[in-house]
């Protein structure tokens, strides 16, 4: 029974572990990018929901409305920035680390460095839980999956099936002739700069429902989160979807019958096999690149 | 005679430091076929690259239907009518066959009617129609290059810039391939074609140019390029 609560409970918190790298991913795969600043997005919004939740006394779920678009701004002027100073894929790990910095820097001189939490009262979703028999899944783990799975179906849908999405991945294999077929560039890249900032916006909702936050939080998704993007596939967002559901599930199954002081090394392990069979990423099935 | 729908002048293109291209002037005229020849490294696939806004001009102008593009955006060339079949075909391998050729009506102009330009395309080549949901990296290099030139298609260009389209293919392939550019070019799209099968490009076009180290060293009807002792030193290598 603990192991099968484990497992279920760890497919849900993947759902949260997907959306933080699904936006990492697609960055990677498309533009050459390996954006870190996107830790640094998705705690902003992860304090945004918890600041403006507790000042005006809104639904977190409800904050959306603001952070969305807001975070559509900042990732699109991130992407702008970047697409000006012309990075290549190596040095966009060093300005989007320092851009990070930063960020967590600013988020500690705004928050301080102690941790943040929304009251009850704020967030009525803490508390919650469905029970299904002796199973039981925190409201907030459900809500993560849904969010991922529908982030996941929209991006899969409109890579495949529109204009937009397909000139995407035709730039992700063919920059110069994709243009040639007129994909501009700068645009689509700022447009999906925008994009993966609002789904920051929604990772950082979804992880201040059940969680305490303290700048350095940043720090502690990377290695979670690059594992996801490195099994599901660099630029494949159905494959990290599945990678984050298997990241979540190991960790949750080796925590539970083992020790939670064992996942990461359990994960590492398992992710260091995987990549040693299938170097292009465990579910990698023809995505953007 | 009237305004040439290609007009390039006093071209010179560089790489970095390294210049490939020095004063080229060609012109392409509705409803031509335009061969340019010449030996390994002579710049052919830099000027067709230049024409198709994929690699920028460093002096000079190209101008294509009266509208100079020299100095606009790679993307925006298109716009005027210009469709290229790279060197090596460049398709887009992880895509499938169908979402190539549907990439290649990408521009404004050539979006609405991509359907239309579909059946087309399929027209002239059954053989991708029944490849629609296959990744064109899996298939044939003759197959490979039917999606080229078809995604080329798809843009509707007045202009059609092909680059070695007969590289690497077995010799019943070749033939495919020509006998499709001589359709389009019959339907009124103007071609031109770069090759180092020089007997074959000459035999479909009216007139050719012979590059040699970036330079124009010849141009006239093909027929005459096909006799002519240049040709046939530093290409043909007779
Ligand atoms: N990407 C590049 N970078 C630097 N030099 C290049 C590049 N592409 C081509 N060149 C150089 O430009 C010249 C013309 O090349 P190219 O246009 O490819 O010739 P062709 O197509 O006639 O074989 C050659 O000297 C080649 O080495
Ligand atoms: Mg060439």
């Not at chain 1, 993560?144 to 000139?167: D, E, N, P, S």
């Not at chain 1, 630029?235 to 979540?248: D, K, S, Y």
């Not at chain 2, 169908?98 to 359907?115: F, I, P, Q, S, W």
Request: charge should be positive.
């Amino acid at each position: 029974m603990n192991v099968i609560q484990a497992t279920l409970t760890g497919v849900l918190i993947g759902g949260l572990y997907a959306l933080m790298a699904a936006g990492l991913s697609v960055t990677w795969g498309v533009l050459r990018i390996i954006n870190l600043a996107h830790f640094g997005l998705i705690l902003i919004g992860a304090y945004l929901t918890f600041q403006i939740a507790t000042s005006w006394h809104l639904d977190p779920v409800l904050t959306l409305v603001i952070t969305v678009p807001a975070m559509f701004i900042a990732g699109a002027a991130i992407q702008w920035l970047f697409d000006r100073l012309r990075l290549t894929e190596f040095n966009s790990l060093l300005v989007s680390f320092g851009l990070l910095i930063i960020i967590i820097q600013v988020t500690s001189n705004i928050w301080s460095a102690d941790f943040r939490r929304m009251s009850a009262g704020t967030n009525p979703y803490a508390t919650q839980s469905v029970a299904i028999g002796r199973l039981v899944f925190p409201v907030t783990t459900l809500l993560a999956f849904g969010l991922a799975a529908l982030v996941v179906l929209a991006a899969h849908l409109v890579l495949r099936r529109t204009f937009a999405g397909r000139a995407m991945r035709a730039i992700a294999q063919d920059r110069a002739v994709a243009g040639a077929f007129g994909v501009d560039h700068r645009r689509l890249s700022v447009l999906l700069g925008g994009v993966v900032g609002a789904t920051a916006a929604l990772a950082g909702m979804v992880f201040s429902l059940s969680n305490a936050l303290t700048p350095d939080t940043a720090y502690e998704w990377f290695g979670t989160v690059f594992a996801v993007v490195i099994l599901g596939g660099i630029g494949e967002v159905v494959g990290t979807f599945a990678a984050g559901i298997l990241v979540g599930v190991l960790s949750g199954v080796v925590s539970a019958v083992w020790s939670p002081a064992a996942a990461p090394f359990v994960l590492f392990s398992a992710i260091i096999l995987a990549l040693l069979l299938r170097p292009q990423g465990l579910f990698a099935v023809g995505g953007v690149r | 005679m009237s305004e040439p729908l290609l007009q390039v002048r006093d071209l010179d293109v560089r790489y970095g430091d390294a210049q490939a291209l020095w004063d080229v002037a060609i012109e392409v005229h509705e409803g031509e076929t335009v061969c340019v020849v010449g030996p390994n490294g002579a710049g052919k696939s830099t000027l067709v690259n230049a024409v198709a806004g994929i690699h920028p001009a460093h002096r000079g102008r190209i101008s294509v239907g009266g509208v100079d593009v020299t100095r606009l955006r790679g993307h925006r060339v298109c716009g005027h009518g210009v469709a290229i079949v790279p060197e090596g075909r460049r398709i887009f391998p992880r895509m499938t066959v169908l979402d190539n050729l549907v990439l290649g009506a990408y521009r404004k102009g050539a979006r609405r009617e991509h359907r239309a330009s579909l059946a087309g395309v399929y027209e002239i080549f059954p053989r991708l129609a029944e490849r629609a949901g296959q990744l064109a990296g899996s298939l044939s290099g003759g197959e490979q290059q039917m999606v080229a030139v078809g995604r080329a298609l798809m843009a509707q260009p007045r202009l059609l810039l092909l680059d070695e389209p007969s590289l690497g293919l077995a010799p019943v392939r070749v033939d495919e391939v020509y006998d499709a550019i001589v359709r389009i070019n019959e339907r009124g799209v103007s071609v031109v074609v770069v090759e180092q099968d020089v007997e074959r490009a000459l035999a479909i076009a009216g007139r050719a140019y012979l590059l040699g180290e970036g330079r124009v060293v010849l141009a006239g009807p093909a027929d005459a390029l096909r006799d002519s002792d240049d040709v046939r030193r530093s290409v043909l290598g007779l």
